[in-house]
């Protein structure tokens, strides 16, 4: 389900109505999308990871509470930044949630401005996660397009080995080499070895990456 626009949207999970009225009127009076959901089990029916945005969540629900969704969603391996909030939180329910990848947890009742302040650290957040997913799936596509024969050149490259000793490694002529990497260059879209060595690096590849 996409957003008007395609506008980032703060997810507000909390069973309490006057809560999630409270806090839509002040989300969108930052100029800011919401949707509020009255149970956990409601917010991952209607979820779509394809829309960008945060969660901010209630601890103490009931039905499914706070730390309950929050596991799930860390197993489902869905990366929506969260920030917890409650009315009853103590220190090893913090750290658990922050361990399980909450940006903040904010004991009720909390300052607007420090509310609205996280929310758009977690938006900034989730954007930079969704720019980084989509280089990485454009390199693992790239990178698909390569031959057996070059992705070994490429590995060896990234590894710091020149044209000569890669030859010399892998029983082949320094022209066939060229070849290769030219290939590599052209497959991968990138202009020099330098730019190739640090895509590369990034993305994890080399001798045992990925």
Not at 47 to 54: D, F, I
Not at 104 to 113: A, G, H, M, V
Request: hydrophobic letters at 45%; glycine letters at 10%; charged letters at 25%.
């Amino acid at each position: 389900m996409a957003d008007r626009g395609g506008r980032p949207v703060v997810f507000v999970v909390d069973d309490d109505e006057g809560v999630r009225k409270a806090l839509s009127l002040l989300i969108r009076s930052a100029g800011l999308e919401v949707r509020t959901f009255d149970s956990a089990e409601a917010f991952l029916e209607d979820y779509s990871p394809g829309v960008a945005g945060c969660l901010v969540l209630d601890v103490k629900m009931t039905g499914m509470d706070g730390m309950t969704l929050q596991e799930e969603l860390w197993n489902r391996g869905l990366d929506i930044p969260v920030i917890m909030m409650t009315g009853h939180g103590d220190v090893p329910m913090a750290v658990k949630a922050v361990q399980r990848g909450a940006i903040d947890f904010l004991q009720k009742p909390f300052d607007d401005q420090a509310l609205l302040e996280r929310i758009h650290q977690a938006l900034a957040l989730d954007a930079r996660r969704r720019v980084e997913a989509g280089e990485r799936a454009l390199w693992a596509a790239r990178l698909a397009r390569l031959s057996a024969r070059e992705r070994e050149v490429m590995d060896l490259l990234v590894a710091g080995m020149g044209n000569k000793e890669i030859a010399l490694k892998l029983g082949l002529s320094r022209k066939t080499v060229d070849i290769h990497r030219a290939h590599v260059m052209l497959k991968l879209g990138v202009e020099s070895v330098a730019e190739l060595v640090r895509v590369g690096l990034l993305h994890g590849s080399g001798p045992g990456g990925g």
